[in-house]
């Protein structure tokens, strides 16, 4: 089992900055991979980055993130961060991370809830 704690969401202005952390409590090297979701109220739950990290290191983001969030593991520290910069109110939702094993198995965070608002 694998437990997963999320931090750092926050209420911000437009236009504003944020880090998410999201810390594993085991190595992420013995994860296939790892990303951040997001859901806003009434919408399916979205994919805002991940990264795979088997079978060579490649990083995909959705649409929205693309140019505004940077997603990078800390392995050191066993986590995972996403920077965003450039919020919108759009962007309000609540940010869940997941850990992916090559068993299939999925742990995803408690969620963190970011506004953006002026």
């Known amino acids: 089992q694998v437990q997963v704690t999320e931090s750092g969401g926050d209420l911000v202005q437009p236009g504003g900055s944020l880090r998410l952390s999201c810390t594993a409590s085991r190595t992420l090297f013995s994860f296939n991979g790892m990303g951040w979701y997001r859901q806003a109220p009434g919408k399916p739950r979205e994919l805002v980055a991940s990264?795979?990290?088997?079978?060579?290191?490649?990083?995909t983001y959705g649409n929205s993130a693309k140019g505004r969030f940077t997603i990078s593991p800390d392995y050191a520290k066993n986590t995972l961060y996403l920077q965003m910069s450039s919020l919108r109110p759009e962007d309000a939702a609540v940010y869940y991370c997941?850990?992916?094993?090559?068993?299939?198995?999925?742990?995803w965070g408690q969620g963190t809830q970011v506004t953006v608002s002026s």
């Open positions: 997941k850990f992916a094993t090559s068993d299939g198995s999925d742990y």
């Open positions: 990264v795979r990290i088997r079978g060579g290191t490649s990083t």
